[in-house]
């Protein structure tokens, strides 16, 4: 659904024409004389964890929010058909379900008309369109399941305005309770687009309502929820827009359903709140919507490319039972994509390292072969799949970034990235894995053995390019010495405060207006470049400049740690004399630098 207020104004509007349909409706909606939700006979869901591994699968949103010539004949959003997500399911059993791919995701609409009315059953829960669903919803997840398939449907946080009509609208199976009982009784408004009203939990009859969705999806046979406009996330913070109570009552509402559904929050996810996403659901967008709004899919620019500075935040957070969900996957489609062939293995990569669901929004039965290559290599699923951690920066967030991570053999996982808009030489050093000498390299997406390399490997990258190696150390490990921040000399405004999180219990902030650190006597026995790692602490990114014995400085970005209570750490490349050297982080005149736990030089 859509997402960031920051967008440019063809999206704004088009946004915005969503949310005033969804306002109108309030007079039109239609109740249906539906009784109690219909058994479904599909098979139950499997009983293996929910999100054990990153969910594969498809999204019909993407192709229901673009331009492009033919997708939406009837107006906005009119993809979204039961024809459409059954011709999805067809190419996704024939195409892709042998590598691991299974949910078929319904999103937001298959509630409204083509001119967005939505219209709703006796106990105010959602009911199909009829002319976008004929068969109704369980007969569209059967016929998932006839494929072996799973499948997941949508809903707005809160109730939504329409379901509540005067107030009077029973609520299923809970005797004297009614949408007046649901809500608070001022009607304030909930959601990334204030289109439901803001449930009160305080009263049992709440929890009912949210019973009866769940046990209707579980009814119809749906494995999977995606929870919308979820705060405080979805560009909203406030009281109003606190959902930790309704995503919490979704998953009490799911425990009792009778049948396993994944719960996906969405979307922009406030990091503050990460414990709770982690603690009541199985993923979370950590960002705004991937998709243009434009006569493509997507574009690098709005917006794929802001995922490598968004994603370090939330790296650690991810595990079994929970994902980060970086949003859905379009490089199957070529033109329509609205990418280059260098944009299409980025996105892939970033996507499978993070350990990001892998949900693609292409049309499956238009795959090209670069497309389904992509989608379909098996050394970069297994990477996303594997029980390795997330890989994160281990250079700084600049235009050439390298990320690793190391897996449970011993090998590393390492991409490298070249985000600028022009051919860049970009390089992995071992020592900035944490080992040095000689290792193998693989190039996974080519599935190639490159031989082996000493201290590291350098490749020159196109415009947004990407590689992804695994590398199996033959060398030894490191030794560093450490040097903590507060053992240095603050100036200008930089100085000393207590940190609890910090190795020595004390960091250096206020690194503003020209304000430095400088660490004396970092000493090291031979000249040389070395990769300085920097431990620091931010709650959105900053950039430093980094240089050592009043040399010339580099400019370095550091991603943000999510808060101002997390140490995230990063290399630099520095060059050093033989003994000792002085080095300085400097904010610079105009703007902050992070603060600073300590640094580490190799031995």
């Known amino acids: 659904m859509p997402s960031s207020p920051n967008t440019p104004l063809p999206v704004r509007a088009v946004r915005a024409a969503v949310v005033l349909a969804l306002t109108a409706a309030v007079a039109t909606a239609v109740p249906a004389a539906q009784a109690t939700p219909e058994t479904s006979t599909a098979p139950a869901a499997t009983t293996a964890p929910l999100a054990a591994k990153p969910y594969m699968g498809w999204t019909s949103w993407t192709m229901q929010s673009s331009k492009y010539p033919g997708l939406n004949p009837k107006g906005d959003y009119s993809y979204l058909t039961e024809a459409n997500v059954l011709k999805q399911a067809d190419a996704m059993a024939a195409k892709l379900k042998p590598y691991g791919y299974e949910y078929v995701n ?18 105010g829960r959602q009911k199909a369109d009829p002319e976008r669903f004929p068969s109704g919803m369980k007969a569209v997840a059967d016929r998932i399941h006839s494929k072996g398939l799973k499948a997941g449907i949508y809903l707005p946080v809160g109730l939504e305005k329409a379901a509540y009509g005067d107030g009077t609208t029973p609520v299923w199976n809970a005797e004297g309770c009614t949408t007046a009982d649901v809500v608070y009784d001022d009607l304030r408004t909930t959601n990334g687009w204030d289109s439901s009203y803001k449930i009160d939990f305080s009263d049992p009859c709440a ?55 994944h719960l996906e929050l969405s ?14 659901s199985n993923g979370w967008r950590i960002d705004t919507d991937v ?8 574009t690098w620019e709005s917006s794929v490319d802001d995922r490598w500075a968004d994603a370090p935040a939330w790296t650690a957070h991810a595990g079994p039972g929970g994902w980060n969900d970086l949003d859905s996957l379009n490089v199957g489609n070529g033109e329509m994509d609205g990418l280059t062939k260098a944009e299409r293995q980025s996105y892939a990569t970033l996507w499978a390292i993070a350990k990001s669901p892998l949900y693609t929004g292409d049309d499956l039965t238009k795959l090209d ?25 281990v250079t700084a967030s600049d235009p050439q970034q390298v990320w690793a991570a190391k897996n449970p053999d011993g090998t590393y996982t390492v991409a490298l990235f070249n985000l600028a808009d022009a051919p860049a030489p970009v390089t992995a050093h071992w020592p900035a894995l944490g080992f040095k000498g000689k290792a193998s390299v693989r190039d996974v997406w080519n599935g190639k053995k490159l031989g082996t390399n000493r201290d590291g490997i350098t490749e020159v990258l196109p415009a947004h390019g990407s590689r992804l190696f695994t590398v199996t150390p033959h060398g030894g490990g490191l030794k560093w010495t450490g040097h903590e921040a507060e053992e240095g000399s603050p100036s200008g405004n930089a100085a000393t405060a207590d940190c609890s999180v910090c190795s020595g219990g004390r960091k250096v902030g206020n690194l503003y207006g020209g304000g430095k650190l400088t660490i004396d006597d970092v000493v090291v026995h031979k000249a040389g470049t070395y990769q300085v790692r920097i431990s620091y602490i931010s709650g959105d990114a900053r950039s430093a400049l980094v240089s050592a014995n009043g040399g010339r400085a580099t400019s370095h970005t550091f991603a943000s740690t999510g808060d101002w209570s997390t140490v995230n750490s990063v290399h630099v490349p520095v060059k050093l004399k033989a003994g000792a050297n002085t080095i300085t982080i400097d904010s610079g005149s105009d703007g902050y630098a992070p603060d600073i736990d300590r640094i580490d030089v190799q031995k």
């Open 106 to 123: 319904i999103d937001a609409g298959w509630w409204m008309d083509w001119s967005w009315t939505p219209q709703y059953d006796a106990y």
């Open 207 to 261: 929890q009912k309502y949210i019973d009866s969705q769940a046990r209707m999806f579980a009814d119809w046979g749906y494995d999977f929820l995606k929870l919308d406009g979820v705060g405080p996330g979805s560009f909203k913070s406030g009281d109003n827009y606190d959902n930790v109570a309704d995503v919490a009552a979704w998953q009490e509402a799911i425990a009792t359903a009778g049948r396993p559904i």
């Open 267 to 280: 979307w922009s996810l406030d990091y503050g709140h990460v414990e709770d996403w982690k603690k009541y």
């Open 291 to 298: 998709e243009c709004y434009c006569d493509t899919l997507v």
């Open 369 to 393: 072969a670069y497309g389904l290559s992509l989608l379909t290599n098996r050394e970069v699923i297994a990477i996303n799949q594997s029980s390795a951690p997330p890989a994160e920066p």
